[in-house]
T-cell receptor, first 118, second 113 residues
Framework: GAGVSQTPSNKVTEKGKYVELRCDPI?????LYWYRQSLGQGPEFLIYFQGTGAADDSGLPNDRFFAVRPEGSVSTLKIQRTERGDSAVYLC????????????????FGSGTRLTVV | AQSVTQLGSHVSVSEGALVLLRCNYS??????LFWYVQYPNQGLQLLLK??????LVKGINGFEAEFKKSETSFHLTKPSAHMSDAAEYFC???????????FGAGTRLTVKP
C-alpha cells in the first residue's frame, strides 16, 4: 500500500479483555516496528521484526504482550488480560531492507491505534 | 545503549522568531539521528535525518539540524517560525548496532501570533 495502515484507529475495551491490533506495512518493507506512546511521552520501543522473525522484543513490557508477523508482511500486536495502564496509542512503522535498515531511511509510521482500557 | 535527551518539554516562540529545539544523544557507536514532527491527532512525520554524510542537514518546511560530535548534539532550528509549525517534535537515534530507533520525550512547540 501507499502508507502504513493500522486498524482499528480506536479501540475501547474492558479491563481483563484480550485485544488485537493490526499493522499493514508499506509493500516491500521487510522491517516492521511497534511502539507505544503514552500521553505526553515519546514513542517507546516494543518490538522489531525483520521478515517473519522478531529480531528484538526487548521492549515488550511483560508476557501479556505478544506480536506476530507470520508471512513477513502484516503484523498483529496481541495484548492479553488488558489493564488500564495499557491505555496508549500503539504505533507501527516500517522501513525498507538495507544493510542499515531503518538507519538509512528512517521509518514510515502509521497513524496509530488509540487503545483505551476502561 | 543509545538514547536521546530533549531539553525543554515546552518551547514557545513568536511568529517570525528563531526556533531552536535541543537534542543530545548517547551512543557507543556512530549514531544516526532523526527529527520527527507530530501534529495533533496525527502520526509521526520525518522532518530530517543525519546518516554520517554532511553534518548540516536540511529537512522539510525550512527546518535544519547540525550534527556536532564534540557536543553530542543534534539541535533543530528554523530561522523564522510560522503558526503552522506548532506541533510536538521528537528527536530519535539509531545506529548500526541497533536497527530499532529510540525516541526522546518530545518538545511541544507553541507559536504565538
Amino acid at each position: 500500500g501507499a502508507g502504513v495502515s493500522q486498524t482499528p484507529s480506536n479501540k475501547v475495551t474492558e479491563k481483563g479483555k484480550y485485544v488485537e491490533l493490526r499493522c499493514d506495512p508499506i509493500s516491500g518493507h521487510t522491517a516492521l516496528y511497534w511502539y507505544r506512546q503514552s500521553l505526553g511521552q515519546g514513542p517507546e520501543f516494543l518490538i522489531y521484526f525483520q521478515g517473519t522473525g522478531a529480531a528484538d522484543d526487548s521492549g515488550l513490557p511483560n508476557d501479556r504482550f505478544f506480536a506476530v508477523r507470520p508471512e513477513g508482511s502484516v503484523s498483529t500486536l496481541k495484548i492479553q488480560r488488558t489493564e488500564r495502564g495499557d491505555s496508549a496509542v500503539y504505533l507501527c512503522a516500517s522501513s525498507p531492507q538495507s544493510p542499515r535498515g531503518g538507519a538509512d531511511y528512517g521509518y514510515t509510521f502509521g497513524s496509530g491505534t488509540r487503545l483505551t482500557v476502561v | 545503549a543509545q538514547s536521546v535527551t530533549q531539553l525543554g518539554s515546552h518551547v514557545s516562540v513568536s511568529e517570525g522568531a528563531l526556533v531552536l529545539l535541543r537534542c543530545n544523544y548517547s551512543s557507543s557507536v556512530p549514531p544516526y539521528l532523526f527529527w520527527y514532527v507530530q501534529y495533533p491527532n496525527q502520526g509521526l512525520q520525518l522532518l530530517l535525518k543525519y546518516t554520517s554524510a554532511a553534518t548540516l542537514v536540511k529537512g522539510i518546511n525550512g527546518f535544519e539540524a547540525e550534527f556536532k560530535k564534540s557536543e553530542t548534539s543534534f539541535h533543530l532550528t528554523k530561522p523564522s517560525a510560522h503558526m503552522s509549525d506548532a506541533a510536538e517534535y521528537f528527536c530519535a537515534v539509531s545506529d548500526l548496532a541497533h536497527n530499532d530507533m529510540r525516541f526522546g520525550a518530545g518538545t511541544r512547540l507553541t507559536v504565538k501570533p
